[in-house]
Every structure is written in structure tokens, then in C-alpha cells.
């Protein structure tokens, strides 16, 4: 019976609370899609500055207008986080070119480029060597000295979730080099990590295993992709291709931070963010320009409704992810150091696309909680709470620290038509589905605020 009377007691506070949470994200929700400034931030980022490749000059602009953003939407107290983060150039424009198709001498250029944090000294010629994958390259090892492989590993279609075939094709581009360079390859060449129909290459790091040489590595368009395959599976094909990727010194960088303060646990933070630095090739638009004013936007709506946070809010444009991870890592590793106390870190770095839902590492009763959210953030676009983990900038404060992190999951059907390619500039954002990144984003923020997990 006191359970019964308990029950029927609590209903209209809760009812109560569930109204004021609907009236809250309606007014977020309307605030950012009236007033927000979110398109017109990117505009300045990506017109204004463009590709910021970390080391690079462009990237030191891109802080210090993270910097003077931040302060002129608002921020209690806005510092620069110092990290040292790699350096590495294209060093002039990546070519390759089939010299030869069986007996026929051939002058057929591809669409490439070279791939991140990859070696080259100018031009390498040699016959090319075509797999399908890893399995074929081990059946085929005693074939690959001297050679140019080409791995023609595409995204699996079957994938509705086009971040399940990344992860599965994305070795290819990290392990490649090294795999091939193990049997004595001189170069290699992949197929470009997307599905689109265009000839973009897209460009994106790699790793070198220190135990084996570290040879020039490109990515190729798609439909020259089919090219080298069609013809590389019929005949012998010869291939010159021409790279000069290399580092400087490692060099000073920022990760760029604003802060709202709490009113009830200044001590407790909460972190929202994106990474600033972008490959050099395009805008930065995508990946992750869009994340960086997605942060700005939930600090500017909550200035602009007067919203007093119960925790400490960070905002936090992380440096270097590309190519290092070097910004995350430093800024969990200052926050274990000064023993801070991080409830729970988001992060935008899927693209600013309509929103689906979000991505979380939590515990079961935590990720329990989020989902009972789900009927107040579903109008808004999120349908789904997975706990599939959180963003690779958020990731070492769950490494370190046990956060729990998550990402804002977009539709990812069109993310990697652009992802890491050419085309990642401005005009491929749509502005409203941009601001609606930015109303579920800060609906999330502002009920893990309010409920803590």
C-alpha cells in the first residue's frame, strides 16, 4: 500500500518535471533555429581560414578565432590549453600516372592523393600489383617485391550505419604501408574510404610500422579505383607516381577552451566539443568545422535563455585529431593530473548532418537513464541511444579518468561522399540540419545538467 501510495503521490511531480524539460528544449530548440549563428561561424572558419592541418599557419589562425569566437559569445573565462602536435606537409601536388598496360605504353593519369603522415622523396615506378584485401596480399607475398600494391578494399554496401564500414576498410589506409612494405612493396595505393560516385580521393592518416621501410602511400579516386582494378586484374600495368609528404619538427599547438562556471558544482565539469584541425585539401567543413560550432551554438543559446548551468560546462575546440590525437590526450591528461572531476564529455565529429540519436560509453543504468530521455529529444531528431561508444577526442578522458563520453550521431549516409576529400567545404552543409545538431546536442547537455547520470 505505501508503495501504491508512494506511486500516486510522485505522479504529478513528475509530471510536473517532464512538462518543464518539454517547455526548457522548446525553448533551445526555438532559440537556435530563430537566432543562431551556427552557419554564419562556419562560413568564417572555412571562407575565412580553410583547411588547418595541425602545425600548420592556418591552424594558429584557426585558434586564435576559436579564441576571440568564444569570447564574443559569451564565455565566463576562455584559455588557450598549450600542446605540442605533429607537423607534417604534403610538400607540392600528388600525382600518379599508368605508364604501361601489358606490351602498350600508356599516359593515363589517376585522381590521388597521398595519404596523411606518409613518406615520399619524389617519384616511384614499378609495376603494380592488385589485391583484393590482406588475405590475398599473404597468398600472394613472394609477388610483391619491388611492386606498387594496390588494395582495392571498398566499403562493405551491405553497412546501413556507413561508420561500420569505415571501421572495416579503414586498415587498409593505417596498415597498409607497413603490411606491403613487410614483403618488400616500394609504394602503395588504396581505394579511397567512401561510396561516392564522384572521383574525389580521400586523403586521411596512416601509421607506419617502425620495423619495416616507410614507403609512399596515395589513395585514389573511385572511379579511377575501378580503373586500376578492371585493368590490373587483365594485364601487367607499370605505375609512376609522385609524392613529397614529409615532417617538420614537432610544433607548439592549442587545444582552445571556454568555460561557463556552475552555480551549484563549479568543481564538476561537463565537456562539449569538436576538433579544429582539418586536412589540408579542403575547408574542413564536415570534419570538423561543424563540430566546432556546434560547440559554440549550445554556449551562445544558453547565454542567450539565460540558462545558469548546475556544473562547470566546458567547451573545448581539441587540437590535432587527425593526425595525432595529440589535443584529447592532452587535455585528459591535464585533468587527471590536476585530479578534476569530469561527469560526462560530448563531442561532435560525425558531420552535421540530420540528426539520429547519439553514441555512448556508459554504464548499463547510466545508458538506462539517457534512453528514458529519449521521448523528451525524439521531436528534435533522436531516436536512438546507442552505447557504442563515444568520439576519439573524448576518448582518453574515459581512458583516463572513467568519463562517460558520447558523440552526436548524424545520418551517415552522406558523411564520407566528403569525408577527408576535396569536397568537405561549405556549400556541402545544409543550415538547418546544422542547427539541429546543435538543438540535440544542448538538449542532451542541458538534461545531464539538470539529472547528472
Known amino acids: 500500500m505505501k508503495k501504491i501510495l508512494f506511486f500516486l503521490f510522485s505522479m504529478p511531480v513528475l509530471c510536473l518535471a517532464q ?53 564574443q559569445q ?62 590475398e596480399l599473404e597468398k600472394r607475398k613472394n609477388e610483391v617485391k619491388g611492386k606498387i600494391v594496390y588494395y582495392n578494399h571498398a566499403f562493405d554496401p551491405r553497412f546501413i550505419k556507413t561508420f561500420e564500414a569505415y571501421g572495416e576498410a579503414v586498415v587498409y589506409r593505417g596498415a597498409g604501408p607497413s603490411r606491403a612494405a613487410k614483403y618488400g612493396a616500394v609504394g602503395i595505393m588504396i581505394r579511397s574510404m567512401t561510396e561516392s560516385v564522384a572521383n574525389d580521393p580521400h586523403t586521411g592518416g596512416t601509421r607506419y610500422n617502425d620495423s619495416f621501410p616507410k614507403i609512399p602511400a596515395i589513395a585514389v579516386g573511385p572511379r579511377d579505383a575501378d580503373y586500376v582494378w578492371e585493368q590490373g586484374r587483365k594485364a601487367n600495368l607499370t605505375m609512376s607516381m609522385t609524392t613529397n609528404g614529409h615532417f617538420l619538427p614537432d610544433t607548439i599547438g592549442h587545444n582552445v577552451i571556454g568555460e561557463l562556471t556552475g ?21 574542413g567543413a564536415t570534419d570538423d568545422g561543424t563540430g566546432i560550432v556546434h560547440t559554440v551554438e549550445i554556449m551562445r ?12 560546462i566546458r567547451f573545448v575546440f581539441f587540437a590535432n585529431e587527425e593526425n595525432g590525437l595529440r589535443g584529447g590526450t592532452k587535455y585528459a591528461q591535464e585533468a587527471k593530473a590536476k585530479n578534476e572531476k569530469h561527469i560526462f564529455a560530448l ?65 551517415s549516409q552522406r558523411y564520407f561522399d566528403v569525408h577527408h576529400a576535396r569536397t568537405d567545404v561549405l556549400e556541402n552543409v545544409n543550415k538547418r540540419e546544422l542547427s539541429l545538431g546543435a538543438v540535440n546536442m ?11 547520470l
Open 301 to 312: 543559446a544558453m547565454k542567450a535563455l539565460g540558462i545558469k548551468p548546475r556544473h562547470t
Open 263 to 283: 552555480s551549484e558544482f563549479p568543481n564538476e565539469i561537463i565537456t562539449v566539443g569538436g576538433h579544429l584541425d582539418s586536412w589540408d585539401v579542403n575547408e
Open 442 to 452: 544542448a538538449g542532451l547537455i542541458y538534461l545531464v545538467d539538470k539529472y547528472g
Open 347 to 411: 563531442e561532435s565529429d560525425a558531420g552535421g548532418f540530420t540528426p539520429r540519436g547519439f553514441s555512448l560509453q556508459l554504464s548499463k543504468e547510466q545508458l538506462a537513464k539517457v534512453r528514458s530521455w529519449i521521448p523528451l529529444l525524439a521531436k528534435y531528431g533522436t531516436n536512438e541511444i546507442s552505447g557504442d561508444g563515444g568520439g576519439a577526442d573524448v576518448g582518453p578522458l574515459n581512458r583516463l579518468l572513467g568519463t562517460p563520453v558520447g558523440e552526436l550521431m548524424p545520418d
Open 74 to 135: 559569451g564565455a565566463d573565462k576562455v584559455w588557450l590549453q598549450e600542446c605540442m602536435v605533429p607537423h607534417w606537409i604534403r610538400g607540392g601536388q600528388d600525382k600518379a600516372v599508368i605508364t604501361q598496360i601489358g606490351d602498350k605504353k600508356v599516359n593515363r593519369p589517376l585522381d590521388v592523393l597521398a595519404l596523411g603522415n606518409s613518406l615520399g622523396n619524389g617519384t616511384v615506378t614499378a609495376e603494380v600489383i592488385c589485391v583484393a584485401d590482406f588475405t
Open 19 to 71: 512538462t518543464a524539460d518539454e517547455a526548457m528544449l522548446q525553448k533551445i530548440s526555438d532559440e537556435i533555429l530563430t537566432n543562431g549563428n551556427a552557419y554564419e561561424l562556419l562560413r568564417q572558419l572555412t571562407k575565412g581560414i580553410g583547411g588547418r592541418l595541425a602545425g600548420s599557419p592556418q591552424f594558429a589562425k584557426a585558434v586564435q578565432w576559436g579564441k576571440t569566437t568564444l569570447e
